[in-house]
């Protein structure tokens, strides 16, 4: 008995998702107690990690840098689902979910799971040791997809209040797919070296020994599991969305604050991949974790939130707060003195959370 017990605690991440399915089918268009909310709450933190950890496969399976693509995509994905599953027959009251949401991945990523690795890595090796040339490229890309997606929509003209007229947001989200593509071609095919870990000598690893890699057929049900992972997640969050919304509204906190609750939620088991990494002396696939997931948040989430604007009622305000967008410039000229010297040590790791730091503090107290 106790052998089918530990069996079946190894292999929770294939159970999990049928699981959360069959939850999100006994509670969906219903409305629930607190205590069946915390339950579903429960199955749809499993679905995220079980999902995750497909997407981990996978990437193992691919190897680097192919790896942290895949798992900033998945995580993307669920980002973008629980976005337009809230947003959808929202009208007003969710017009700023999209740019809250989009903006808590970048700081958290590129303060949150950047400042974390570096630390850890620098803590646990003495310095973190990463290719300059590959995480630069990733950071500037950020750079500009955060500024065209989130900063311009202040400072435009064609229409009232921080948003982007019809025509500004088709072009925004055609470039936000261009760079993300663009970067996604130099990352995997034309400059794939740039992307993967550095030994203390900077020689590049193009291999990885931490595992034995698993097979064709396990990668293979890992990616059907990951896509049944995913619709649970969808659909749980669509069921625990009020509960999410009243609880902030009872905290009097800023209805922002959904769009952390959102992020932290999708990002959490993506930092703990990536703090492994970092503990093994792979800060480079950190950091690829990082940014990936940045980039993919925006160049994933303003395409098709622009396009689910088509057929939903309220507006879309993509433009940051003048607060928020002093944090971001902050982020950016941080981070770039972080990433050019190729080495950190855990003061800059300290100065990345510093930054998430402040921006959680204002997004709770504005």
């Not at 034309?190 to 698993?214: K, N, Q, S, W």
């Not at 509960?243 to 959102?262: D, F, M, N, R, Y």
């Not at 696939?285 to 689910?308: D, F, H, K, R, Y």
């Amino acid at each position: 008995m106790s052998d089918r017990l530990y069996r079946f605690a190894r292999q929770w991440t294939i159970y999990v998702p049928v699981l959360a399915l069959l939850a999100l089918f006994a509670t969906w268009g219903r409305s629930l107690p607190g205590v069946l909310v915390a339950v579903v709450a429960c199955f749809l933190a499993a679905a995220v990690l079980a999902a995750v950890h497909h997407a981990e496969v996978i990437a193992h399976r691919v190897g680097e840098p192919f790896g942290s693509l895949v798992l900033a995509v998945a995580v993307t994905a669920i980002e973008v689902a629980l976005i337009l599953t809230l947003m959808a027959d929202a009208g007003e009251k969710n017009a700023t979910l999209a740019r809250d949401t989009v903006f808590a991945a970048v700081m958290i990523t590129c303060n949150g799971i950047m400042g974390v690795c570096l630390l850890v890595g620098a803590l646990r090796h003495r310095v973190a040791v990463y290719n300059s040339e590959g995480t630069g490229a990733a950071l500037a890309t950020v750079a500009t997809l955060a500024t065209l997606s989130l900063v311009l929509p202040r400072f435009t003209t064609s229409t009232p209040g921080p948003r982007f007229a019809a025509g500004q947001l088709a072009f925004a989200a055609v470039a936000s797919v261009t760079l993300y593509g663009l970067f996604v071609l130099t990352q995997t095919v034309r400059h794939r070296d740039y992307f993967l870990p550095l030994t203390r000598a900077g020689e590049v690893i193009d291999t990885d020994d931490h595992a034995e890699a698993p097979t064709s057929r396990e990668a293979l049900t890992s990616l059907g599991l990951l896509a049944l992972a995913l619709v649970a997640v969808v659909g749980l969050a669509k069921v625990e969305s009020p509960t999410i919304e009243k609880g902030v509204a009872a905290a009097g906190l800023p209805a922002s604050v959904v769009g952390v609750v959102i992020a932290l939620l999708v990002l959490l088991p993506e930092t703990i991949a990536a703090v492994r990494a970092a503990r093994r002396d792979r800060v480079q696939t950190s950091l690829n974790l990082a940014l990936g997931s940045a980039m993919a948040s925006i160049g994933l989430t303003v395409p098709a939130v622009a396009v689910a604007s088509v057929w939903m009622s309220g507006p879309l305000v993509l433009g940051l707060d003048s607060t928020y967008m002093v944090l971001l410039a902050l982020t950016m000229i941080v981070g770039t003195l972080t990433v050019v010297p190729g080495r950190s040590t855990p003061l800059q790791g300290g100065v990345h959370l510093s930054i998430l730091g402040a921006y959680l503090v204002l997004a709770v107290i504005p």
